[in-house]
């Protein structure tokens, strides 16, 4: 699946605003001593005393992971955004940075009250007091698109407590520049590195900018939250808060007010007696139903989005990015998966290579026995002995030298993968997730291909079937009555006169041989 190169909203001014987004950028790393903390890995320490030297003028008093946190708060929602993926895996990051980074998730610097309330009456066209019997002015938690507060609805309206989630003023034009600048790196990236065409740089991109303009519109939010609560609308795993539609603009979304204890709070929730294994495998369940299941899964599921309610369940919050699978996609995923987990690594080879996603060329033997010798090492321990930084630096080597492509559509789905199994290794680093996960794919595979999936299949054609089978006797008879395609019928004259010209040379053949023969006879 190719997507469209991303283009910037005005293409007249792109290069100057890259540029000075560029510039800015640079100049953030460089207040904050960003620098420093690369160059601190070169083992003499040269570097990093030339660089303070060169940019004496700024304090970096401050911890490091302060000075990281603050930095990506001030270069906007994309660099809030990585932060946000990088907190939910600190199996990858020392402790100091994993606790500072996690406040990214729900604590960013909030807007003025007075321009949030500015936001309602624009979206409403009256003042929140005329809206809400109670609008609390303080956010309950701010992220880097939106933020939102608690209120009340009126009597008239059923009296609801609600959470308001309101768009951050001016947001569009940040991330456009932003993406700009990130077409750019990937463009050079494309041309410049001899992998850039199997990666996709530009195609990431733009799948990227594409759940990002989704995100500024809460309509479509609201839509999201809407589709995944009646996905789950009997499960005993998760709830997602209802959307009151009367109040939701482009801007401004109401939903029902939700409480529990965030899941980041492991000591809270213990003391409150919930299972954290269960918990944990749970979680495992929820996203192998949303991928497989729904082909619709919640793609932003980091701590600040996800509380446990009082009764064990999950509770989800904010919608603005939420991936989709074609039957494709989720196909040759669930082959992939129940092969890995089955350790049937030539099954893997192969789903790779039938999917498209390796060259068909590709020597299944070779590919097998190179998977193999990276998933083995990882099969009967626990998440909290797996090193999985260590094992996607090898599958890339080893796609590398396969030339595996990357698939831009299933990027979202990596990285919803990465922060699942992040808050499973949080919660319960004993998890198997290959024992708590192969059951649910294997039913999800019967289910798809054995009797039940062909009951479905017949259920969902049943109407077209209704309306074909009594028209299939008339069908069949006007197609012998036609007799030859008008379509076909050149090929079929072309094949008749090369008969009749091959039929003639073997006659002339025939007589000259007999010429012949009497010659030599006589």
Same mark, same amino acid.
């Given at each position: 699946?190719?997507?469209?190169?991303?283009c910037?909203?005005?293409?007249?001014r792109?290069?100057? =605003?890259?540029l +000075?987004r560029l510039l800015?950028?640079?100049?953030?790393?460089?207040r904050?001593g960003?620098?420093e903390m690369?160059?601190?890995?070169e083992?003499?320490?040269?570097?990093?005393?030339l660089?303070?030297?060169?940019?004496f003028?700024?304090d970096?008093s401050?911890?490091?992971?302060?000075?990281?946190r603050?930095?990506?708060?001030?270069?906007?929602?994309?660099?809030?955004?990585f932060?946000?993926?990088l907190s939910?895996r600190?199996?990858?990051m020392?402790?100091?940075?994993a606790?500072e980074?996690? $406040?990214?998730?729900? &604590?960013?610097p909030?807007?003025e009250?007075?321009?949030?309330?500015?936001?309602?009456e624009k979206a409403? %066209?009256?003042?929140a007091?005329?809206?809400f019997?109670? +609008?609390?002015?303080?956010p309950i938690a701010?992220?880097? @698109?939106?933020?939102?507060?608690f209120?009340?609805?009126?009597?008239?309206d059923g009296?609801?407590?609600?959470a308001?989630? @309101?768009?951050?003023?001016?947001?569009?034009?940040?991330?456009?520049h932003?993406l700009?600048?990130?077409?750019t790196f990937?463009?050079?990236l494309?041309?410049?590195?001899?992998?850039?065409?199997?990666?996709?740089p530009r195609?990431v991109?733009?799948e990227?900018?594409?759940y990002?303009?989704?995100e500024?519109?809460? =309509?479509r939010?609201?839509?999201?939250?809407?589709?995944?609560?009646r996905?789950f609308s009997?499960?005993q795993?998760?709830i997602?808060?209802?959307?009151?539609?009367?109040?939701?603009t482009?801007?401004? =979304?109401? =939903?029902?007010r939700?409480?529990g204890t965030?899941?980041?709070?492991i000591?809270?929730l213990? #003391?409150?007696g919930i299972?954290?294994?269960k918990l944990?495998a749970?979680?495992?369940?929820? +996203?192998f139903t949303?991928?497989?299941?729904d082909?619709?899964?919640?793609?932003?599921?980091?701590?600040g989005?996800i509380f446990v309610?009082a009764d064990?369940?999950?509770i989800?919050?904010?919608?603005?990015?939420? *991936?989709?699978?074609?039957?494709?996609d989720?196909n040759?995923? #669930?082959?992939?998966?129940l092969?890995f987990? /089955? /350790?049937?690594y030539?099954?893997?080879?192969e789903?790779?290579?039938?999917s *498209?996603?390796?060259p068909k060329?590709?020597?299944?033997?070779?590919?097998?026995?190179?998977? &193999?010798?990276v998933c083995e090492?990882?099969?009967?321990?626990?998440?909290?002995?797996?090193?999985f930084g260590?094992?996607?630096?090898r599958l890339?080597?080893t796609?590398?030298?396969f030339?595996?492509e990357i698939?831009?559509?299933?990027?979202?789905l990596?990285?919803?993968?990465l922060?699942?199994?992040g808050l %499973?290794?949080q919660?319960?680093?004993?998890?198997?997730?290959?024992?708590?996960a $192969?059951?649910?794919?294997?039913?999800?595979?019967?289910?798809?291909?054995?009797?039940? %999936?062909?009951?479905r299949?017949?259920?969902q054609e049943?109407?077209?079937l209704?309306?074909?089978?009594?028209q299939?006797?008339?069908?069949?008879h006007?197609?012998?009555?036609q007799?030859?395609r008008?379509?076909?019928q050149?090929? @079929?004259?072309?094949?008749?006169?090369?008969?009749?010209?091959?039929?003639?040379?073997?006659?002339i053949i025939?007589l000259?041989?007999?010429?012949?023969?009497?010659?030599?006879?006589?």
């Open positions: 699946m190719l997507l469209p190169r991303f910037p909203a005005n293409p007249a792109p290069a100057a =605003m890259r +000075f800015k950028i640079a100049s953030v790393a460089s904050f960003l620098d690369v160059l601190e890995h083992p003499t320490g040269r570097l990093v005393r660089a303070n030297t060169l940019q003028w700024r970096l401050a911890p490091r992971a302060v000075r990281l603050l930095a990506l708060e001030a270069l906007g929602p994309i660099f809030v955004k932060g946000q993926v939910t600190r199996d990858l020392p402790t100091d940075i606790d980074l996690a $406040k990214l998730q729900d &604590r960013v909030p807007f009250s007075h321009l949030a309330l500015a936001e309602v409403y %066209g009256r003042p007091s005329e809206v019997a109670e +609008f609390d002015p303080n701010s992220a880097s @698109i939106a933020q939102v507060h209120a009340r609805l009126k009597v008239e009296s609801h407590e609600v308001v989630k @309101i768009l951050r003023p001016n947001m569009r034009d940040v991330i456009d932003d700009a600048l990130l077409d990937a463009l050079l494309e041309k410049l590195w001899s992998d850039g065409k199997r990666l996709k195609e991109v733009a990227f900018a594409k990002l303009r989704d500024l519109d809460l =309509m939010e609201a839509a999201n939250a809407s589709q995944l609560r996905n009997e499960s795993l998760l997602v808060p209802e959307i009151h539609w009367d109040w939701c482009s801007t401004v =979304m109401v =939903m029902e939700m409480k965030p899941i980041s709070q000591d809270k213990r #003391a409150d299972d954290l294994a944990s749970a979680g495992v369940e929820i +996203f949303q991928v497989f299941r082909g619709f899964f919640h793609a932003d599921m980091h701590p989005n309610a064990g369940r999950y989800a919050l904010d919608f603005g990015i939420v *991936g989709t699978l074609t039957d494709s989720k040759y995923l #669930a082959q992939n998966f092969a987990f /089955r /350790r049937d030539k099954r893997v080879a789903a790779h290579i039938e *498209g996603w390796a060329e590709t020597r299944v033997d070779e590919f097998e026995a190179a998977i &193999r010798a090492p990882i099969f009967d321990r626990p998440l909290k002995d797996i090193s260590k094992i996607l630096l890339f080597q796609s590398r030298r030339n595996v698939q831009p559509q299933l990027v979202m990596q990285k919803t993968l922060n699942i199994e %499973g290794r919660l319960d680093p004993e998890l198997d997730l290959w024992k708590t $192969k059951p649910f794919l294997e039913r999800w595979m019967s289910e798809q291909i054995g009797w039940r %999936g062909l009951m299949t017949f259920k049943a109407p077209y209704a309306r074909a089978l009594p299939l006797p008339r069908l069949v006007q197609s012998l009555a007799g030859p008008a379509d076909l050149p090929q @079929i004259d072309r094949l008749i006169a090369a008969q009749h010209q091959q039929n003639r040379w073997l006659a025939a000259l041989l007999a010429c012949i023969a009497a010659t030599l006879y006589y």
